[in-house]
């Protein structure tokens, strides 16, 4: 980075600050931008990306420093770019990760790190945990105590809690963890996962070269104001200045660090902005006898710090500092105020967890009101009417209460750690006294709940006063329970009221029981580590089968890598937003922009009128039939896209998106069909085999008849439901269309199908497909999602730029994108088995019908992939029937493992229940019922292969022995029998996934210095498809056997999939394009290998030895062709093959509550003889966390009308860095040689996925424990182990599932007469 003084101006009416070294000043700007729009878009640092405009992934974190006059040192810490205004940066000195090293100056050790440790996958949210991590790191090391040499002062454990607001939705977070680690100063190298450094080697980490000069860069007075007219932005410094700023009549917005924006989305515009961070009266800390007090500007994380500092002496301050590190992330508490968090509390009902904590603690607060200052309990501020814009909330004073009094706090989320709103918040304050005689006075409590869907936080009053002066005994514990569930009323329309008040009962109890003689639970988190994978490494087809780093992972670290989004807009570009529709059937009357104020920089609204001649409206194409861009004369489901309109900037065209009213017609159109069953009574269906593919229509089995007759035990017609899952690849859909001479369109697109992207526009503009280059380098992150969307979106850009004659890119906004994305299949299916006393099977017949929407998509696949995973067991007989239901839902895609996950899961439900039946341990029911090679082949036919390639059996022995699975059950067993409170649950699961390989094209050329260029019909998506590809050319050229060829692996680069350079790429799908473009580059390289081999011979002949270059260079001089394409495509019996695997989950479960945590999960999974065990491995772990999200949080929810309603960050919740096993043992099984195979390789993108059921498996056995709980203190109802546990397994299904009044059941249980 270049790094020179900051020059701040003393002018206040100029916004100055640097950005990684380099000056910008300017004199106008809208107030509104906020530094991730001008980074993106002024600035060639494009590492800062927009995950979610929402503060809630962390793509966007920058690090700021500068010197801060009030505490007169420097200041270095983490934002978020995407919420913070760029206005509030005057005089700040901003380092994205290209400033901590790029390819030109030379990387940082983090950047190294996050490489050589395989920690970037799809790379898009690379860039922010570097961020995330560094802040932490140079706070860490400028403290007074210098860090060991190459290591950091920060320990493990801070080191991963630095990064937990980060979302990363391809690695499963360990080896991210362990880039982190691998600086603290207490790691053990031994506990790191895979990585590249020989004996912990890491690249040099020096804090004086590093850190420090991002904090000198700032360090001098500047002018930290901004008071501009012209830019409407003004920094008050004292209460007078502002009193006559917001006195004049006109439109402002007080801002602190606008995180209030990531909820609220405002569209507004103002007058001006009042930045409130400079006046003295709001950013002092005061201390004294009876409190301490905060401005209401400082952050959170500066009340944090003071608190704890304070907590030393007094327990209520510290355990408040505590749960305040679980509001939002830490990049998020560094900018947001302690008062804006109160004020949205006050104002606008925000599910605050600081309202709650300060109501218990009885805070006060000092408002100004006009000019006279007011100071009022929480209570009256809370329950008063809503502030006025023009009230300023001065300070919060928290007391002091030395150890006078009991305090906890408690909130239930679905992260624990954080970044996730809570269900519901509690805090309790108590006087208590002992009494001689024993027991426990309660003399008064104050009692807070909050976040449960009320207008603000409330005190339980009547719960209090009834505790007031009582000896507390199980009969008082019994009645404030009572109590507490008439104070807790969640308003009405409030989702889950009875689990929340249940959790406030938890919550109580929890809190009182401790004060007398009854099993008290402990709520809380603790975070362990994430712990180590290892591999078993192979050897042969060498550089083929070494681990080495993804390709582009360091440049992915450093922010140098180029997504769509990233190429800079050509001259005179516009930018597209999506409209879609929010009905499900209906006429679209019209489209209008009535908004007061109208949104600005419209340029044209795009919509099926505008297909021009020639052209079809045609948006996408698959395998079995075409999809329209728009809808025309009636939308078919919300989500449908109805238009695209175009405007100066993306952020115009979004807000003009969002704006759009649409005027909807549903007067005689049949009602909608919205879910299965209507479908079933509408007879709505697609054809489900016929006539797309016959080999798609799956076998059944046996005869089912015979099977139940054989049968000692049966259950007949059970249910499951299985609902959809949001793809979450944290780049959304993107494309750029550039026009190009003689009625061409160049294309770039993040899409796994550039060749049915390049078809679908040429269909939509009416042009020959050589008319449209559609060329993709990298996605971040796929996961199927996309194939189809992408091509709309690509489609809609192309044919806004051929109507208006200019380049138009779109990069869809996260809402919108949760919107149109379709996600997973859900389906009901309905089942009947039949089973002998042993436990083995005799018959299964599944009645499944799945919602595949409006449009056919690729959904014929999933009855044919459902099948293959139900299969994994040897049912006896197994016979189906199965509908693809056609619905006004959006059309449900292919999603990572699709059909498979839900066919394995239907297969591992149903050994559950027979093993409940049976009482048998479910472990026991699944061996007895695996494949001999006999009914592997009658079940898989061509598939299963050779009876040796059989390897679940060893698989399983092995994974049972390696993860003490017998001695861990019975520890599980003891662990159940002496904790009422958490359940423990362990379970092995296994896997039997089915994958087809299709054919690909490759292309190698030689350059004339002897680098290798190639091509393949793949995307990468951050699977490692070019890295696999890159070690297969070096392999195959390999062979020339020249010398000079060790590092031929460097030479060789791969390129940008380009549909005009390589045709019949296809589609990147189904786990098997890396082995297959692996086989295609083979194919090539033989080509050339066979060319050069005479010239070769003659040379050697002559020269004795011969270097590649040399070699080359002359096979250039005689004109040999070094340019070599090949088409691979599988023999026809190696078409199909079949993967295994299988892990052991346990998983903890909070009855109270419904937490869980994974305590350890261990995995076998044969890759055949692994092309790269770092990318194999990395699949395994990233893709079982997917499932871990399938299976434990995701909820994909619509409304009644078929909208996606969890459409953020804020409620749809993919795993975090503490969702993940608290141990992880991930091992890449070599197991020989599989002469059908690509290289004896086996594929790791999706099958693991489905091992997730273990910890689903695991969460069932806790609730079955949980159940047996209560049945043992008489309850009578919820009791049974016979249950089918929902999917996800969020904390309200597994606490209902343990029963929402376990507590008052306990308690009844107590008071029984004995
Ligand atoms: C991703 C994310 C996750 C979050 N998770 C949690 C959570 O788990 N628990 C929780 O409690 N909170 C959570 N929050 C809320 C967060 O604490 C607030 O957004 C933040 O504290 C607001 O402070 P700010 O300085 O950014 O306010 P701003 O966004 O600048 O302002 C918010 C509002 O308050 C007004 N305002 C600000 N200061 C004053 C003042 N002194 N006087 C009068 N008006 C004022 C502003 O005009 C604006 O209307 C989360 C926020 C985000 C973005
Ligand atoms: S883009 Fe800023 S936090 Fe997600
Ligand atoms: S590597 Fe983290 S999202 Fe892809």
């Not at 962390?58 to 006059?69: D, E, T």
């Not at 706090?409 to 006294?433: C, E, I, K, T």
């Not at 049915?756 to 939509?764: D, K, N």
């Not at 397994?1289 to 597994?1294: C, D, K, N, S």
């Amino acid at each position: 980075m270049e790094k020179k003084d900051c020059a701040v101006a003393g002018d206040e009416s100029r916004l100055v600050f640097e950005v990684n070294g380099k000056r910008f000043e300017m004199g106008e700007v809208d107030p509104s931008t906020t530094l991730l729009e001008f980074l993106r878009s002024a600035t060639p640092f494009k590492s800062v990306k927009l995950g979610c405009g929402e503060g809630g992934c962390g793509a966007c974190v920058v690090v700021l420093s500068r010197f801060n006059p009030v505490l007169n040192q420097p200041e270095i810490f983490s934002v978020s770019s995407c919420l913070t205004l760029l206005c509030s940066l005057n005089g700040f000195s901003i380092t994205t990760t290209e400033g901590l090293g790029n390819t030109k100056h030379g990387f940082h050790p983090i950047h190294q790190r996050f490489a050589g440790f395989h920690a970037s996958q799809c790379g898009f949210c690379t860039p922010g945990f570097c961020m995330s991590f560094f802040s932490a790191l140079a706070n860490a090391d400028t403290a007074p105590q210098p860090p060991a040499p190459g290591f950091s002062n920060l320990t493990t454990s801070q080191a991963q809690t630095s990064i937990t607001g980060n979302l990363c939705r391809c690695t499963g977070y360990r080896p991210i963890a362990d880039a982190c680690k691998s600086f603290a100063a207490d790691v053990d190298i031994e506990d790191l996962g895979m990585n590249v450094f020989p004996k912990g080697e890491f690249p040099p980490y020096d804090p004086e070269d590093d850190v420090w000069p991002y904090v000198r860069v700032c360090k001098q007075e500047c002018s930290t104001v901004l008071n501009s007219e012209s830019i409407s932005w003004f920094t008050p410094a004292s209460l007078e200045e502002l009193g006559s700023l917001v006195a004049d009549g006109a439109r402002f917005k007080l801002v602190v660090g606008n995180t209030g924006m990531g909820y609220y989305k405002e569209t507004e515009r103002y007058d001006k902005y009042i930045d409130l961070r400079y006046i003295p009266d709001l950013l002092m800390v005061r201390k004294d006898e009876t409190g301490i007090e905060f401005g209401a500007a400082i952050s959170i994380s500066r009340v944090i710090s003071s608190l704890k500092e304070e907590g030393e002496s007094d327990l209520v301050l510290m355990k408040i500092a505590q749960h305040m590190e679980r509001v939002a992330s830490i990049f998020i508490r560094n900018s947001a105020s302690i008062g804006g968090n109160l004020v949205m509390a006050q104002r606008r009902s925000f599910p605050s967890d600081i309202a709650t904590l300060l109501l218990a603690v009885g805070s006060t607060v000092a408002l100004l009101r006009g000019r006279a200052q007011e100071r009022m309990t929480m209570d009256e501020f809370l329950y008063g009417p809503p502030l006025a814009p023009t009230d300023v909330l001065l300070s919060v004073h928290i007391p002091f209460f030395g150890s006078r009094v009991g305090f906890e706090s408690y909130r239930a989320a679905p992260r624990p750690l954080g970044n996730a709103l809570p269900y519901l918040n509690a805090a309790f304050l108590a006087d208590v006294s002992f009494k001689e005689s024993g027991g426990v006075i309660l003399n008064y409590a104050r009692l807070a709940f909050g976040a449960y869907g009320t207008d603000h936080a409330t005190r339980a009053s009547e719960v209090e006063e009834y505790l007031a002066g009582k000896t507390l005994t199980v009969e008082v514990l019994d009645e404030a329970v009572r109590l507490v569930k008439l104070s807790v009323e969640p308003k009405d329309g409030t989702t889950l009221p009875a689990y929340r008040k249940s959790l406030a009962v938890s919550f109580l109890f929890s809190f009182l029981a401790a004060f007398i003689d009854v099993s008290s639970p402990t709520l809380g988190v603790s975070f362990s580590e994430v712990a180590d994978s290892s591999n078993e490494e192979t050897g042969t087809y060498y550089p083929v089968g070494e681990p080495i780093p993804k390709v582009g992972a360091i440049i992915q670290a450093s922010g140098e890598a180029v997504y769509v989004d990233d190429i800079p807009s050509p001259p005179h570009s516009l930018h597209g937003a999506l409209i879609y529709s929010t009905k499900p059937l209906a006429r679209v009357k019209s489209i209008s922009f009535e908004a007061v104020p109208k949104p600005s920089g419209i340029v044209d609204v795009i919509s099926a009128k505008d297909i021009p001649q020639g052209g079809q409206n045609f948006g996408a194409t698959g395998l079995f039939g075409s999809e329209y861009l728009f809808a025309d004369a009636t939308t078919a489901s919300a989500g449908d896209l109805i238009a695209f309109v175009v405007a100066r900037s993306q952020k115009e065209a979004n807000v003009a998106a969002r704006m759009a009213q649409v005027d909807y017609e549903t007067q005689g159109l049949e009602p909608p069909i919205l879910t299965v069953e209507e479908a079933v009574e509408n007879s709505s269906f697609f054809d489900t085999f016929s006539p797309y593919e016959p080999r798609l229509k799956p076998e059944m089995i046996g005869d089912f008849t015979k099977g139940m007759a054989e049968a000692d035990h049966k259950i007949l017609s059970q249910e499951i439901i299985l609902g959809s899952q949001y793809f979450f690849y944290m780049e959304t859909q993107t494309a750029l269309a550039i026009p190009d001479e003689d009625n061409c369109m160049v294309v770039y697109s993040s899409v796994q199908s550039p060749e049915l992207a390049q078809i679908s526009i040429a269909r939509c503009l009416g042009v020959p497909e050589h008319n449209v280059r559609v060329i993709t380098r990298r996605l971040g992150g796929g996961f199927g999602g996309k194939c189809q969307r992408a091509m709309k979106v690509a489609t809609a850009c192309a044919l806004a730029a051929q109507k208006l004659g200019r380049p138009v890119r779109s990069y869809i906004d996260r809402n919108a994108d949760m919107i149109i994305a379709g996600g997973r299949h859900p389906m009901k299916i309905t089942y009947t088995v039949g089973f002998k006393e042993n436990g083995k099977l005799t018959a299964l017949h599944v009645d499944i019908l799945i919602d595949a929407g409006f449009f056919i998509d690729f959904s014929p696949f999933i009855p044919y992939m459902l099948i293959a995973g139900l299969k994994k067991y040897n049912w006896g007989a197994l016979s189906f029937d199965i509908k693809l239901c056609k619905t006004n839902n959006t059309s449900k895609t292919m999603m990572r493992a699709p059909g498979d996950v839900q066919g394995n899961f239907i297969a591992e439900a149903i050994i559950e229940r027979v093993a409940s039946l049976l009482s048998m341990e479910a472990g026991s029911v699944r061996e007895i019922n695996f494949h001999t090679g006999e009914s592997l082949q009658l079940f898989y036919a061509e598939a299963a292969g050779e009876a040796s390639g059989y390897t679940l059996p060893r698989i399983w022995d092995e994974l049972i022995s390696s993860s003490c699975y017998m001695e861990r059950t019975a520890a599980v067993e003891q662990f159940n029998r002496s904790n009422i409170w958490r359940k423990r649950g362990i379970s092995c699961v296994p896997i039997v996934y089915k994958v087809t390989v299709s054919g690909k094209p490759g292309k190698v050329s030689i350059l004339k210095d002897a680098s290798v260029v190639v091509e393949v019909g793949g995307i990468e998506m951050g699977q490692g498809l070019y890295t696999k590809v890159k070690q297969a050319t070096a392999y195959a050229l390999s062979l020339i056997k020249c010398d000079g060829m060790e590092n031929l692996m460097e030479k060789v680069r791969v390129v940008e999939s380009d549909t005009l350079s390589l045709v019949q790429g296809g589609i990147t799908a189904g786990s098997t394009t890396s082995e297959a473009c692996c086989a295609a580059v083979i194919q090539c390289s033989t080509l050339l290998v066979e060319r050069l081999s005479p010239l070769a011979t003659t040379l050697k002949d002559e020269q004795g030895s011969l270097q590649w270059n040399d070699l080359i260079l002359e096979a250039h001089n005689q004109s040999i062709n070094l340019a070599a394409n090949s088409y691979f495509l599988p023999e026809s019996g190696s078409k199909e093959y079949l993967n295994y695997g299988a892990a052991v989950s346990e998983v903890e479960i909070c009855v109270l509550t419904g937490e869980k945590s994974i305590l350890r999960t261990d995995i076998v999974y044969d890759c055949g003889q692994s092309l790269n065990p770092a990318v194999d491995m990395g699949q395994i772990e990233g893709s079982f966390i997917q499932g871990v999200g399938f299976f434990m949080l995701e909820e994909y929810l619509t409304n009644e009308e078929g909208l996606v309603t969890t459409n953020s960050t804020w409620d749809y919740k993919i795993p975090s860095l503490d969702n993940v096993p608290k141990k992880l043992n991930a091992k890449v099984l070599n197991t020989g040689h599989h002469p059908d195979r690509v290289l004896s390789s086996k594929a790791s993108g999706e099958p693991p996925l489905v091992l997730a059921a273990s910890v689903y498996c695991g969460i069932r056995a806790g609730v079955v424990e949980a159940r047996k709980q209560l049945k043992g203190w008489g309850a009578t109802q919820g009791t049974d182990s016979d249950l089918q546990l929902d999917v996800p397994a969020t904390l309200p299904v597994v606490k209902q599932y343990c029963g929402l009044d376990y507590v008052e059941t306990y308690l009844r249980s107590l008071l029984a007469p004995s």
